[in-house]
C-alpha cells in the first residue's frame, strides 16, 4: 500500500520497525515511547476544585520524543495516530494530538488493528476514524483515581507503617487477598481422616484386579476420622462371612468442549502452570510475538493484540483455522457449526481473543526464527486457538460400585457410621475411557481452577455383571489429613482479581509485578507469599480504610470506569460522588484534611477577625523555620491588597486551619467559619489539631543536649561524610542526614532516645576522624561501645596494623591483572586500593578485611622484604565473636556439662562433649 508523506506514529519502536518493513517508502513510521505525557511526579497534579482537571507534563522520555515528532509532523500532510486499541492507547493518541497540532497543518486520524499483517495495516488504513473520547475519558478518570487515592493515603502509610511504602487502589486489594489466603492458612486445622483400598477379585474373571477406594458407609460418603475407626473397620471387613459383590455399574456418556481462545488473564494462567512463566514474562513474549518476528526476509507479527478480555475470532480466522482442521486431523474433528463462545460482561466485542495471525505458521515453521520462550509461548497459543476451533471430544464416564456386607460387619458398631449395629461397605472404581479425541489432539489442558479428577483416571474398567461375587485380596488403610488452601500462584492471583471484577487486561501483570517490586508479597516456590512490611501495610489499610480497599468497591469502581468508556457515565460525575465517599474515609483514618479553596470575600472576613492587636501565640520553632502567627497574617493581607489572585489554596488552608487554632479560645471565629460555610472544614482541622496534640503528648521523651553531644555535633560538623549511596527507592545521604540531626538538636534542644541512638551510631563508624572521641563518648555513656581506654590502646594497634599492611603495600611494583569468575572480575590491586580509602575515611577495618589484606598481600611475596609477613594477623576481636561459656546445666544425654555457644549473632546451649554428642537446645 502506497501513501505519499504520510507520518505513523505507534508506541514502540520493534512495532514501528514491523510496520515500516510492510508499509515501505511514502510513510515514515515513528514511535512515541509509550505515554508522552503524565501528571507530575511531585505534585498532586488535579485540580479538585474545577472538575478534577489533570495538569499534564511532558514525561522525561515525552520531551525529547515530541521534539522528534514535532519536526516530522511539520514535514507531513497525514498523521495517522495508530497507537494500541484500548484505553492507555486511546488517551496516548489524544495526547499527541494535541501536542502536534500547533506544529502541523496535517489532518489527523485515528486508526485501530489488532494484529500487525500487511492486510489488517491496510485494512486500518482504509478506515481511518476520530480518537474515542470515551475511552481517553475512563482512562483520565482511572489515572486521576489512582493518583487521588496513592496521593493522600501513602503518607500515612509512611507515619504509621514505614517510610517509601505506597498505597495503590487496585494493588492495595491484591495484596489483601494474598495476606488474607496467608491468614486462612495460618489459622488451618488440620482434621485427619483415613482412606481405605481395597483391591478385589471377581469371581467371573479372577485373574482381573479391580483397585476400589471406599466410599460410602450405610449409604453415606464414608468419613473415617481416626485410626480407631480404620482399624476395626478393616478387621471386620477381612474377618469370615464377609461378601463381597458387585451391586452397581454405570456408563455415562459425556462431551468435553473445547476451552475458548485465551484472553489476557487466561493466557498468564496458562503460561503460569504450564511453562511455568510469571505475569510480567508471558506478557513482555507476548509483547514481541505481536509486534513482529523476523521470519528469514519477512516480517510479520505472529498473534493478536495480547490485552484482551474478549473470546471473540474473526470469521476468516476461524474458516482459516477450520480448514487447517480438516486438512491435517480429518472432516471428524471440525466441528458441524463453527464453535462460538461468549465473553464476559466487560469484554469488548470489537477485541479479538489472543490467536495467531496465520494459523498456517504452525510452532515447527516459526521455530528457527524465535527464542525458546517465544516458541514455547507461542505453541500454547497456536495449540489453544486451533483446539478451540475442533470437534468436542467424545467420552463415557464408568464406574463399578462393590458392596461389602455380612459376617464381622453384621454386628460391628462403628461411630463412624453412626453408631447403629451393622455395617455395609461401598467400594468404587472409577475410569473415564475417550472415545473420540477430538480437540484433546492438540490442547488437553484444563483452565486454572477447574481441573477434573476423573481426567486422572483415563482408560476403562472390566466388563462384569452386576451380583458377581469377589474375592478381597488387599486392603490397606492410609492415614491422611485436610490440607490449607493453596497460596496464589501469580495465575491464580489474576484469575481471583478477574473474577471478582478487580483490574482489567492492561493491567493484570503490573498489579502482580507492583506487590512484588514494593517488597509486599515474595514469590517462594511459585507461590505469592507475603512479607512482614506486607501484612503490616495490608493491616494498616484495610484496619483504616476498609471500605476504600474492599474487593467490591474496587470491582464496582472498575465497573463505572467500563461505563465512562462506553459512554454511558460522565467521569467528572464520578470522580466528585467517589471523591465525596473518599474526603470522608480519610478522616476516619486519620488522613490531614485536604487544601481548602477560599474565595476572596472569605479570605479578607477570616483577615479581618485577626486585626493587629490580636493576642496570637508566641512563634514557634520548627526543624526547618519558625511558624509566627502574626507575621503570618500579615503577609497574607499584603497578599491581598496587591495580588490577590496569586493566594493559593495551600496558603487559604493554612488560614483556615490557624483559625482552628484559635477557635477554642475564641468561639466568635468558629462561628464566622460556619456562617461562611466553612464549618465542616473547620471541624476537620480541630479533629487534625487534636490527634496531633494527642501524638505530641504521647511521643517519646527528647534528652535535652548535654555539653559533651553539643561538642561531639560540633566535632562531626566538621567532617567529610561519604557520598550518597543509591539504593532502589532513594539515596542515603549520610552528611544530609547528620544535619538534620544536628538542625534538630539546636531549634528544638533536644534529641529522642531513637535519633540519639542513630548519632551514636553514625560517630562510631566515623570514630578516628573525631579528636578526643574516646573521652566523649565515656561521656555520653558509650564508654563500653568505644571502649574508653581499652578501646583507645586497641584502636592504636589497629592502626599499627594497618599502617604495616599499607607499607607493605607500597612495596609492591607489580599487580596481577584481573581475574573473572563466574559473574563477577577479581582485582587485588583495586580491592586493597578500597582498603586504605576505607581506612582513611571512616579510621576502621573489619578483622575480616584486615586478613583479607594480609592474604591479598600473601600472592606478592617475592616482592616484599623476606620475613616480612611473618606477624601479621588481625587484631584480636573486641565484640565479634564469644568464646563458649559454661551454663551450670548437664546434658540429659550424656551427662556432661552444657555450655552456652554464641554463633552468628545468637546464643544456644550445647554438649561440651561435641563432636561425640550433638545434643543442643535454644534457651
Known amino acids: 500500500m502506497k501513501m505519499n508523506n504520510a507520518l505513523m506514529i505507534v508506541e514502540s519502536p520493534a512495532k514501528a520497525k514491523t510496520i515500516g518493513k510492510l508499509l515501505g517508502a511514502g510513510t515514515t513510521v515513528l514511535a512515541s515511547m509509550g505515554h508522552v505525557s503524565d501528571l507530575p511526579a511531585k505534585e498532586l497534579g488535579v485540580d479538585v476544585e474545577h472538575d478534577f482537571r489533570p495538569k499534564y507534563v511532558l514525561t522525561p522520555k515525552g520531551q525529547k520524543v515530541v521534539r522528534e515528532l514535532k519536526a516530522a509532523a511539520g514535514k507531513a500532510d497525514q498523521i495517522y495516530l495508530a497507537t494500541d486499541p484500548d484505553r492507555e492507547g486511546e488517551a496516548i493518541a489524544w495526547h499527541l494530538q494535541n501536542l502536534l497540532r500547533g506544529a502541523t497543518k496535517a489532518d489527523f486520524h485515528r486508526i485501530a488493528y489488532h494484529e500487525i499483517t500487511r492486510s489488517a495495516i491496510e485494512a486500518a488504513f482504509r478506515s481511518p476514524g476520530q480518537v474515542a473520547q470515551p475511552l481517553v475519558d475512563a482512562q483520565q478518570a482511572r489515572r486521576v483515581l489512582d493518583r487521588l487515592v496513592g496521593y493522600q493515603v501513602s503518607p500515612l502509610l509512611w507515619k504509621n507503617v514505614e517510610k517509601d511504602t505506597s498505597a495503590g487502589r487496585v494493588q492495595s486489594v491484591a495484596l489483601r487477598l494474598i495476606v488474607e489466603r496467608e491468614r486462612e492458612i495460618q489459622a488451618f486445622v488440620p482434621v485427619e481422616y483415613w482412606n481405605l483400598e481395597a483391591v478385589f477379585a471377581p469371581s467371573s474373571a479372577p485373574r482381573v484386579r479391580l483397585k476400589t477406594r471406599l466410599s460410602k458407609l450405610n449409604g453415606k460418603n ?6 480407631e475407626n480404620a482399624l476395626a473397620l478393616a478387621q471386620a471387613l477381612q474377618g469370615e462371612g464377609v461378601e463381597h459383590k458387585v451391586s452397581a455399574i454405570t456408563s455415562k456418556p459425556r462431551r468435553d468442549n ?22 510480567s514474562t508471558t506478557m513482555s513474549i507476548a509483547q514481541q510475538l505481536y509486534e513482529g518476528v523476523d521470519l528469514g526476509g519477512t516480517t510479520s507479527g505472529l498473534i493478536t493484540y495480547m490485552r484482551t478480555d474478549s473470546v471473540h475470532v474473526a470469521p476468516e480466522a476461524q474458516q482459516a483455522a477450520l480448514a487447517y482442521v480438516r486438512r491435517e486431523y480429518g472432516e471428524e474433528y471440525a466441528p458441524a457449526t463453527p464453535n462460538r463462545y461468549r465473553s464476559g460482561k466487560s469484554a469488548q466485542e470489537a477485541h479479538e481473543a489472543i490467536r495467531p495471525t496465520n494459523v498456517e505458521r504452525t510452532p515447527e515453521e516459526v521455530a528457527p526464527y524465535l527464542t525458546p520462550p517465544q516458541l514455547k509461548l507461542y505453541r500454547l497459543i497456536w495449540n489453544r486457538f486451533l483446539a478451540s476451533q475442533m470437534a468436542a471430544a467424545r467420552q463415557v464416564d464408568h464406574a463399578i460400585e462393590i ?42 489442558r484444563k483452565d486454572l481452577g477447574q481441573e477434573d479428577e476423573m481426567d486422572n483416571l483415563a482408560g476403562s474398567l472390566p466388563k462384569l455383571a452386576q451380583g458377581d461375587l469377589c474375592r478381597l485380596l488387599e486392603l490397606s488403610k492410609e492415614q491422611c489429613f485436610t490440607q490449607p488452601p493453596k497460596r496464589y500462584s501469580e495465575g491464580a492471583l489474576v484469575k481471583a482479581l478477574e473474577s471478582n471484577g478487580v483490574g482489567r487486561p492492561s493491567t493484570f501483570a503490573s498489579i502482580v509485578q507492583t506487590i512484588q517490586d514494593r517488597k509486599y508479597v515474595k514469590s517462594e516456590k511459585s507461590s505469592l507469599a507475603p512479607t512482614p512490611l506486607g501484612f503490616r501495610v495490608n493491616d494498616y489499610l484495610v484496619g483504616s480504610f476498609a471500605s476504600l480497599f474492599s474487593v467490591d468497591f474496587t470491582a464496582r469502581m472498575e465497573e463505572e470506569l467500563d461505563q465512562v468508556e462506553e459512554g454511558k457515565v460522565d467521569w467528572v460525575s464520578m470522580l466528585r460522588e467517589f471523591y465525596g465517599k473518599f474526603q470522608g474515609w480519610l478522616a476516619e483514618g486519620g488522613a490531614r484534611p485536604q487544601g481548602v479553596s477560599l474565595k476572596p470575600e472569605q479570605l479578607k472576613a477570616l483577615l479581618a477577625a485577626f486585626p493587629p492587636d490580636f493576642p496570637f501565640d508566641p512563634p514557634v520553632a520548627g526543624s526547618r523555620r519558625v511558624y509566627d502567627d502574626a507575621k503570618f497574617t500579615e503577609s497574607l493581607r499584603r497578599l491581598m491588597e496587591k495580588s490577590p489572585e496569586k ?68 566535632a562531626m560538623g566538621k567532617l567529610e561524610f561519604e557520598a550518597p549511596v543509591a539504593s532502589r527507592r532513594r539515596a542515603f545521604d549520610e552528611g544530609s542526614f547528620f544535619r538534620s540531626l544536628a538542625r534538630q538538636a539546636s531549634v528544638s534542644g533536644g534529641l529522642s532516645a531513637r535519633q540519639r541512638e542513630a548519632l551514636r551510631k553514625m560517630a562510631m563508624k566515623y570514630a578516628q576522624k573525631i579528636p578526643g572521641f574516646p573521652a566523649l563518648a565515656e561521656k555520653l555513656g558509650w564508654a563500653q561501645e568505644a571502649g574508653g581506654a581499652e578501646g583507645q590502646a586497641s584502636q592504636e594497634a589497629l592502626a599499627a596494623q594497618v599502617g604495616r599492611l599499607r607499607e607493605l603495600t607500597q612495596s609492591i611494583q607489580e599487580w596481577n591483572p584481573p581475574v573473572k569468575r563466574g559473574g563477577r572480575t577479581y582485582d587485588d590491586k583495586a580491592f586493597v586500593d578500597s582498603l586504605v580509602s576505607q581506612w582513611e575515611k571512616r579510621g576502621s577495618l573489619s578483622e575480616r578485611q584486615l586478613a583479607s589484606w594480609a592474604k591479598t598481600l600473601a600472592r606478592y611475596e617475592a616482592q616484599l622484604p623476606p620475613g616480612s609477613l611473618g606477624g601479621i594477623a588481625a587484631p ?23 555450655k552456652r555457644i ?22
Open 258 to 279: 473445547p476451552a475458548p481462545p485465551f484472553t489476557t488473564s487466561t493466557l498468564q494462567q496458562a503460561a503460569g502452570s504450564m511453562l511455568h512463566f510469571g505475569s
Open 222 to 227: 464414608a468419613n473415617v476420622p481416626d485410626g
Open 403 to 444: 458392596l461389602s456386607s455380612g459376617g464381622p460387619l453384621a454386628t460391628l458398631e462403628l461411630p463412624c457410621a453412626g453408631g447403629r449395629r451393622g455395617v455395609e461397605c461401598i467400594f468404587r472404581a472409577a475410569a473415564r475411557e475417550t472415545l473420540f479425541p477430538g480437540y484433546k489432539k492438540v490442547y488437553d
Open 902 to 923: 554464641y554463633y552468628r549473632k545468637r546464643s544456644f546451649l550445647g554438649c561440651s562433649g561435641y563432636p561425640d554428642c550433638k545434643y543442643t537446645r535454644n534457651g
Open 876 to 898: 584480636e576481636a573486641t565484640s565479634a565473636g564469644k568464646e563458649a561459656a559454661p551454663s551450670g546445666e548437664t546434658c540429659p544425654q550424656c551427662g556432661k556439662p552444657l
Open 647 to 714: 493566594l493559593t489554596q495551600r496558603q487559604g488552608s493554612a488560614l483556615l486551619a490557624m483559625v482552628a487554632r484559635y477557635a477554642e479560645r475564641h468561639p466568635e471565629l468558629r462561628s464566622l467559619a460556619e456562617g461562611m460555610g466553612l464549618g465542616e472544614a473547620l471541624e476537620a482541622f480541630l479533629k487534625d489539631n487534636a490527634q496531633k496534640a494527642e501524638r505530641r503528648q504521647n511521643a517519646p521523651e527528647k534528652l535535652a543536649v548535654e555539653p559533651a553531644l553539643e561538642e561531639l555535633l560540633k
